[in-house]
């Protein structure tokens, strides 16, 4: 430590001898000054965003007379601090030993170690923003000229009936120009001309205009088809991951547990595609939840017993799209959004600098709300490309923003006017919507005899790491004490929460290697009825524990609990973990009654007495993810055209004959595609389409459901037809076509059918106690619902 101050003292003199870098610290001053200057000249100059932190400069320039008043001030200022620098450097001359030594000791007192390269990077950022200042000045000028040189004759605005809109947006530009500074960027100078030009060449509400020179600079060309490599080494990954955060420090450490998982499934998947062509796709992952724009509340909980579902989520899809060999960005800030795809300076009101760098887009719905902000009209126009991972899911009726508003739907996280299969869920219980996952570790035989021969019957693990979440529960918990030994992996930091009872043995938050020790020997874990649809369960499962949770009834939903109130969904929820009760069940799954003391009594009982091995549903292995995500990425398509169907020769066989496309199943009521009548492209493929018809008040979901199959939305367009009710022999009196997520459906009572006017209302959740709905289901692989037999 003395040699480390004395090299510093030495430094100090050396400094203040040749006063180089004091000279850039008096500068560095100056820069601090010149941005109170540019903010307070009211975002002409700089534009502060939410969430940047108050030394982010943005350059934004307005062009014109505007930027150069702003820099005549700057120039101004900077003199007055060289002036300033220069008098000060006369210190230098001075020979008096007491003033040096007082300067010494007041730059000893600011910590000067690290000092000098911070200010070198101050003076970069200057310097590079004096660059970019520069260019877009001269961008803005050399399209000033353009449109000087103009005709101002030639700048009326047209009445072009193809573009409608053009007059209003003109005179909202002449109101508001101003009002982003990414117009002048876009060559917009408050003239008439540099409105249309921008409204017909950036945007594109006005035609184009006769006079200008239309040989536009080429777009760079895409890059051709490259073919997708399986990976196994993880390395690249975690550098993109990078640091700086607990939640990112998290995902890592759980990408490289299961790396060589990852690798097994590789293999496995590549042998069962027999080493087929897979387009290698650009794929952008911005996870919003993580910026801290939208608030970071979950990294700061990581180590304190907050929610790890959606990490674990973001991880395992991180590592699926780097195993399939796919070109990957991954971003957890708006500043790395904005750099990825081309954003101009400015507030977010302008379209992107250039075309979409990325084939899919990956994020959750804050990022969505972010990509709103900064994309202006481009995220309309590249929407097709977003995917959404949504855990509770997003119902049709709640996704389309007119029919939202208007039928009571709306919510704060719905109304995006997607294609509802772009959401992504944690489970799958909304077909409407696809299911993305995650994965559980998977044992081997070894393995799975060795937790066997160790279980001890009589312990008992709790679902519960915030203390809130034991209140109110001892009166079942005393019940389960007369059994067992209850463990407990509740997160304190001094003492023991008062909320945990005495009698129950508490861990501590627990490293997931430990945890699943304490899984391994647990014959019992069991839920509280919060948190829902989390992923412990099934490790729990997967390492030989029963899963015991409550059963809610009436179910819970946003009609009537506080934590699904706002969530874009109808779902109701009928325990704290539907996927295990409805998928996996028993023995490895028992949904009771709580309130009743003698129900859950004998749960427990009859839990001691029932012995079962680790099980893992094969979806959430490291090779059924991967198989959805390929299939999702090769094979879902949400920006090419869909095919107007009913085609104008769908009813002709193949010889020529006239048919309707549906047949009669064998030994069923439902109705297939029928082999004889050419099937348009489609996927999932119409060979695995059948058609059933629910009872009133019973959605899609429920009746594909009752006949072993799952409703598939993609098949809604085919069914959507007169041919399909007069097949199923409905009688109508009249058929409607209109806006309403129940139809295509039927009324029995009235005669009435309609069909649906609107194909983002396809859904497969909605239902109606007036009427009987047309269902398209499909079967599914073996532990795997997300796909169809012939869908992989």
Known sequence: ?????????????????????????????????????????????????????????????????????????????????????????????????????????????????????????????VSNMAVRMEQILQHSMAMGRVVRDGPSSQCEVPKDPRYPDCSSKVDWMRARWTSDPCYAFYGVDG????????LSEVEWFCPPLAWRNHTK????????????????????LLEQVGTGKESLSFMKRRIRRLAAQWGTAAHRLDSKLRRRWRDQKRILVHVGFLTEESGDVFSPKVLKGGPLGEMVQWADILTALHVLGHNLKISVSVKELQGFLGVPPGRGSCPLTGPLPFDLIYTDYHGLQQMKQHMGLSLKKYKCHIRVIDTFGTEPAYNHEEYATL??????????????????????????????????????????????????????????????????????????????????????????????????????????????????????????GFPYEGPAPLEAIANGC???????????SSLNHEFFRGKPTSREVSSQHPYAEQYVGKPHVMTVDYNNSQEFDSAVREIMKTKVEPYLPYEYTCEGMLERVHAYIQHQDFCAPEIPFPLANSSKTKSGGQSGPFVALPNSTGLGWSSSVGAPLSWPPLSALQLFVSEEGQSCVEACRHVALVCEPAFFRFINNKEALSRLEVQCEGVETEMNHIFPAFSVVRKECGLQKEPLLFSCAGFSAKYRRLCPCRDFRKGQVALCKDCL
């Open 407 to 528: 039928h009571g739907y709306r919510t704060n996280w719905g109304y995006w006017n997607l294609n509802t299969r772009q959401f992504m869920t944690m489970f799958p219980h909304t077909p409407d919507n696809s299911f993305m996952g995650f994965v559980s570790e998977e044992l081997n035989e070894t393995e799975k005899l060795n937790i066997q021969r160790n279980k001890v019957d009589d312990m008992a693990v709790v679902y519960g790491k915030e203390a809130s979440m034991w209140k109110g529960k001892e009166k079942f918990l005393q019940i389960l004490h007369r059994y067992m030994e209850i463990h407990g992996t509740v997160y304190y930091e001094t003492q023991r929460p008062p909320e945990v009872p005495a009698f129950v043995k508490n861990h501590g938050l627990l490293p997931q290697q430990e945890l699943q020790q304490l899984l391994r020997k647990a014959k019992l874990f069991i839920g509280f």
């Open 1 to 125: 430590m003395i040699e480390l101050n004395t090299d510093g003292k030495i430094m100090v003199r050396r400094c203040l001898v040749t006063f180089k870098p004091f000279r850039i610290f008096v500068v560095g001053i100056g820069f601090f000054s010149l941005c109170f200057l540019m903010t307070s000249l009211g975002g002409q100059f700089s534009a502060k965003r939410l969430g940047d932190s108050p030394f982010t400069i943005r350059t934004e320039v307005l062009g014109g007379l505007e930027s150069r008043g702003v820099l005549r001030k700057i120039s101004d200022m900077l003199e007055v601090i060289m002036k300033r620098v220069d008098a000060l450097a006369k210190l230098g001359n001075n020979s008096d030993s007491r003033r040096l030594d007082e300067l010494s000791s007041v730059i000893n007192s600011l910590q000067p170690v690290g000092l000098v390269e911070r200010i070198q990077a101050i003076a970069q950022n």
């Open 546 to 556: 029963i899963f015991l949770q409550p059963k809610f009834n009436p179910p819970h």
């Open 217 to 236: 600079p080429q777009p760079p060309k895409a890059p051709g088809k490259r073919q997708a490599a399986f990976r196994t080494d993880i390395s690249t």
């Open 191 to 198: 003239s008439d001309c540099s409105f249309l030009i921008y």
